[in-house]
């Protein structure tokens, strides 16, 4: 494939010791076994993160630090739920509080809501990433367990103009940070071999923090997951603006 154009934050995103973003798995009090918030505290993490990278604090702390303040967030404002997790709307209405609260170390002031319209989604990710805000995306089924489907994961492999998709893994009731957006086309080869194809030979792609790696999912996947296995309530956006 052919890089047509990205859209990147301006500012490094946060890194803790080489990673890409925070792991809820660092949570885990004993490595042998999981925890409330190392299964479910992927909205802990991402809100974290935003926060954090909109912040006036720029160095990248140590896993020490961060998770140090990972759990204070979590015991003062940011309660994750057994079996649970959050809500995209409690996830917004607990940064309104933050953001309140800790308003000296934010030099602009944001106003949160939870979910845009379904048409709006991939605007408002461009929208945010320009104004070097991550963005919190959802990735259902929220609530409806006993579903198994499950949202493939890409990485990739940019070569100047060059870019090539590899599948890497998949997930369900998660929250990641979106930091990127890449159009892409197919090569000029590929596309006189499948011209049947011409009029979908534009492709999204979202460059992704989650567990500490940087992902890529394919937009066009994400909206027909949700349409065929969840609903635009629980798999949406937080949307910070100024």
């Known amino acids: 494939m052919k890089l047509l154009k990205k859209t990147t934050l301006k500012k490094e995103y946060i890194s803790v010791d080489g990673s890409f973003g925070g792991n809820q798995r660092w ?10 918030l190392s299964n479910y505290g992927c909205g802990l993490i991402s809100a974290n993160d935003v926060l954090l990278h909109i912040s006036d604090k720029a160095d990248n702390p140590s896993k020490e630090k961060y998770i140090a303040a990972v759990r204070e967030m979590n015991r003062r404002y940011f309660h994750i739920l057994p079996f ?5 709307i409690l996830l917004s209405f607990y940064i309104r509080i933050y953001l309140l609260m800790h308003r000296k170390h934010f030099k602009v002031h944001y106003k949160v809501r939870w979910g845009v319209m379904p048409h709006n989604i991939l605007k408002r990710i461009t929208e945010m990433i320009e104004n070097d805000i991550p ?4 990735i259902g089924p929220a609530f409806i367990r006993r579903r198994k489907e499950k949202l493939p994961f890409y990485t990739a492999k940019i070569t100047g103009d060059d870019i090539n998709f590899t599948p890497a893994t998949q997930t369900k009731d998660h929250y990641v940070n979106v930091t990127g957006v890449y159009e892409t086309i197919k090569k000029p080869a590929d596309i006189l071999k499948n011209t049947s194809d011409k009029d979908k030979q534009c492709t999204i792609y979202l460059e992704i923090s989650s567990w500490g790696r940087k992902y890529y999912i394919n937009y066009a ?3 027909e997951y949700i349409k065929k296995h969840d609903n635009f309530l629980f798999s949406n956006i937080l949307y910070i603006h100024s």
């Open 221 to 223: 996947e994400y909206i």
């Open 135 to 138: 963005v919190i995306l959802s």
């Open 84 to 88: 649970l997790g959050i809500s995209g």
């Open 27 to 36: 949570l885990r009090k004993d490595a042998d076994k999981a925890n409330t």
